[in-house]
Each structure stands twice: as structure tokens, then as C-alpha cells.
């Protein structure tokens, strides 16, 4: 028995829920589409909508890379850790992003659901890959709470950009 049983049901319906919001997410953004774009909200899109993806794409990663039948935790934490460091490294990216952007002005909100928790959760991810070398137990539960924080921000964002574009994009529009 390792470290990583158990956490097999956890992970399948994390990265399960995952899967089917990245789904999701592509259907709003079809239906999204048929609206006329202008070069600002191209930037906006770049800077909130693409990290909601990003987000579930790393939720179903994770899922995937501590669902796999290995024989240590070393390789594993090795994994998580390096997208946790890419994730650190993404939120700069998503700042930047939401700095050029000009079609929306930023709110306490985004920065929170956009900077400041993406950071924490990228952050505990790379952090318990460290401390998993002699803290195995504990680093998982980092993880999954790495992974939970994720989702629910990519819900939260994803829930957040269709409610702009429903109440507040369509009556500029029209």
C-alpha cells in the first residue's frame, strides 16, 4: 500500500468535474462568439477567460498525475511541483494581461479570484511538493486542496464572465 491510496475517488471527481467544465467553458465561449469583438475584449478574453481553462486544465492534470499507479511519491511531487512553479509563473502572465486590457475596469473581485488565490494555490502546490519528501500525508491533502481552490475558482471566473456578458455586455451592445 503507498501514500496514494485512497485518493482515487477524490481525484476522479475533481478532475471528472474538471473535464466537463473545460467542456463547458468552450460552449459559452462559442455561444459567446456570434457577439461582435472588438480588440479590447480580445485582451479582456486573454486575461479572464483563458485562465478559468487554464485553471481546469491543471485541476485535471493533477488528477491525472496523482491517479497513476507510481511506485514512490518522489516522481509525483517532483511533477505537481513543477506545475506549481509553472502556475506561479502563469499568474504573472494573467497580470499582466489584466493590466493591458482596456475594455473593463478592474474591481477588488478580479484581483482576488484572479491573482491572489490562483497565487496561493500555485504557491501550496510547489511549497507541499517540497514537503512531501518527508510529509507525504499531509502534502496530498495540500494538493487537493491545491486542486479544490483551482476548480472553484475556474467556476467562480467562468460563472463571472457569462454573467458580464449576459447582463452587462449585451445592454451596452444593445
Excluded: C, K
Amino acid at each position: 500500500m503507498t501514500v496514494l491510496d485512497g485518493w482515487e475517488n477524490f481525484y476522479v471527481i475533481v478532475g471528472s468535474s474538471a473535464g466537463a467544465l473545460i467542456g463547458l467553458q468552450f460552449v459559452v465561449i462559442t455561444l459567446i462568439a456570434a457577439r461582435p469583438i472588438t480588440r479590447g475584449t480580445a485582451q479582456a478574453g486573454g486575461a479572464f477567460a483563458t485562465p478559468s481553462v487554464v485553471h481546469f486544465a491543471v485541476v485535471l492534470l493533477l488528477s491525472a498525475i496523482v491517479s497513476a499507479p507510481w511506485g514512490e511519491i518522489t516522481i509525483v511531487a517532483g511533477l505537481w511541483g513543477f506545475v506549481g512553479l509553472s502556475g506561479i509563473a502563469y499568474v504573472v502572465v494573467v497580470v499582466r494581461r489584466m493590466r493591458r486590457q482596456s475594455a473593463y475596469r478592474l474591481v477588488f473581485e478580479d484581483w482576488l479570484f484572479h491573482v491572489v488565490l490562483p497565487l496561493a494555490a500555485y504557491t501550496v502546490l510547489a511549497i507541499s511538493a517540497y514537503a512531501a519528501l518527508s510529509y507525504a500525508t499531509p502534502a496530498l491533502f495540500l494538493v487537493g486542496t491545491a486542486a479544490l481552490v483551482l476548480l472553484l475558482i475556474g467556476i467562480h471566473n467562468a460563472w463571472d464572465a457569462v454573467t458580464y456578458q449576459i447582463f452587462v455586455r449585451a445592454r451596452q451592445d444593445g
